[in-house]
C-alpha cells in the first residue's frame, strides 16, 4: 500500500506543478500543388516536379525533419488509410513515383525523412451544401454586395499567394501564407461576408459557415484522437483555409502546444 500511496503522490505532484507531457504540433498551412478543383478560389498550378520545386521540396522537409517529428498528419480522408498506406510503403521501397500533391511531395517526402512507418490520414469531408441557396437569398434580401466583396476579396489573397510562389522558394511561400494575418484574412472570408448572408431571416449564411467548422472539427476530432501520450512532436499537413480553425481549436485543448512554422524553418 505504500508504493501505490507513493505512486499516487508522485503522480499528483507532477500534475500539480504543471509537467505534464503535452505533445507539440507545427501546423503547416499549404497551397494545392494540384488544383484539384474542390475549392471556388484556387492557385494558378506551377511545375513542382522541375529540379528547382524539387530541390526546394527536400530543402523544405530536411528543415522539418529537425524536429524528429513522430507523426505526420495529411489532408486526406480516413478512410483512404489503407491506400494510403500502401503507397507510402512502395515509395519508401523506391516502387512510387509521389505525384503533383502536397501530401505526397511534403507528406510522404518528409515521413520517409523521419523513418515514419506511415503517413496519417485525418481528413473528414463535408461538403458545402449551401451555396446556390446563399446566392438567391443575397439577392432576395439586397445582399449581393457580400458576395461581390467576397469575390474581390478572395481574388486579391489568391493573386498574391500566386505572385509569391512565382518569386519565391516554396518554404518562403508557406513561411508567408501562415503568418497570423494571412490566417486571418482567409478566415474573414467565413466571417466577415458568408455569415451575414440571410441574418435574421433563414441564416444560410451562417449555416454554410457551420459546415465549414464542421468539417474542421472533424478534422481536429481525427487528430486528438490519433495522437498518442508518447507523440512529443506532430506535424499537420493541410490546405491553408484550415489552419485558423484548427490552430484555435489545438490551442484550448491543453495537451497540445502549438509551434510557429516561422520557428521550425529558421
Known amino acids: 500500500m505504500k508504493i501505490i500511496t507513493l505512486i499516487c503522490a508522485l503522480a499528483l505532484g507532477t500534475i500539480v506543478s504543471g509537467q505534464i507531457q503535452k505533445t507539440k504540433i507545427v501546423l503547416i498551412g499549404t497551397i494545392h500543388f494540384e488544383n484539384p478543383h474542390t475549392d ?20 523544405l522537409t530536411n528543415r522539418l525533419s529537425r524536429t524528429k517529428a513522430s507523426k ?30 502536397e501530401r505526397e511531395q511534403i507528406g510522404f517526402r518528409l515521413a520517409r525523412k523521419l523513418k515514419l512507418n506511415r503517413v496519417n ?3 473528414k469531408f463535408y461538403g458545402m451544401t449551401r451555396d446556390s441557396l446563399m446566392a438567391a437569398t443575397a ?15 478572395a481574388k486579391a489573397m489568391i493573386k498574391d499567394f500566386d505572385d509569391k510562389l512565382k518569386n519565391g522558394t516554396i518554404t518562403e511561400v508557406l513561411q508567408y501564407i501562415n503568418r497570423p494575418e494571412e490566417l ?25 459557415v457551420s459546415e465549414w467548422y464542421l468539417r474542421n472539427l472533424a478534422i ?24 485558423p480553425i484548427l490552430k484555435h481549436l489545438l490551442e484550448n485543448n491543453d495537451n497540445f ?7 521550425v524553418l529558421q
Open 40 to 59: 471556388q478560389f484556387e492557385l494558378e498550378t506551377d511545375n513542382f516536379l522541375s529540379a528547382k520545386r524539387q530541390n526546394e521540396l527536400e530543402d
Open 139 to 153: 439577392k432576395e434580401n439586397n445582399q449581393l454586395y457580400l458576395l461581390n466583396d467576397l469575390q474581390v476579396h
Open 184 to 208: 486571418k484574412r482567409n478566415l474573414s472570408i467565413y466571417l466577415k461576408y458568408i455569415a451575414k448572408v440571410g441574418a435574421g431571416k433563414n441564416f444560410v449564411g451562417a449555416e454554410s
Open 257 to 263: 502546444e502549438v509551434v510557429e512554422l516561422k520557428n
Open 220 to 243: 481536429y476530432s481525427n487528430i486528438i484522437n490519433q495522437v498518442e501520450p508518447s507523440d512529443k512532436y506532430v506535424i499537420l499537413i493541410f490546405g491553408q483555409g484550415h489552419i
Open 72 to 101: 505526420v498528419m495529411i489532408e486526406r480522408s480516413i478512410d483512404k488509410q489503407q491506400s494510403t498506406d500502401s503507397l507510402y510503403s512502395l515509395y519508401v521501397k523506391d516502387r512510387y513515383k509521389i505525384p503533383v500533391s
Open 121 to 123: 490520414c485525418v481528413d
